[in-house]
């Protein structure tokens, strides 16, 4: 552990509230705010000196977890977006205002070198009225049965896209 403060290595040490941080401190510099925590007397928890109870922390797992690709971007969704945008007479900035993003993002996004995130982008399709996510297509030709239950990879999954030219 280290001391946020003076920088130093430090074995046990104290979390202080300074000026509306809540940082790690060694001893000499615990002086300079509140002490918070007590992190001495840690046994699996923190004890907090506010309150008087351990709080446990909760370990997380990648089970913890479940990932769902439902839907995913068109492929031509750049120009989608820029022609939808043009159409509409509404310039990167303006557009950027009206889903609360940055005009730098919209501009990333129709040059391509972003991908717009699932919920920027259905920002963009709702107020440009366009067409930007799909439903993904199930993956019919992955042969389950020739597996054993639980030996499915993911290089099994997975469908290539070839970029056009």
Known sequence: MQCEICAKIIEKGKRIRLEGSVVTACDACSSYG???EDLSSKKGG????NVGVVLK???ETLKDYEIEFDEELVVNY???IKNARERAGLKQDELAKMINE???LIHRIESKRVEPPLDVAKKIQNK???KLLKKVESVGDVDISA???GELTLGDLVVVRGKKK
């Open 78 to 80: 750049a120009e989608a």
């Open 57 to 59: 922390r909760k370990k």
């Open 102 to 104: 940055q005009a730098s």
């Open 34 to 36: 509140t002490i918070v």
């Open 128 to 130: 440009l009225k366009i």
């Open 46 to 49: 923190v004890v907090s000196k």
């Open 147 to 149: 597996k054993k239950k």
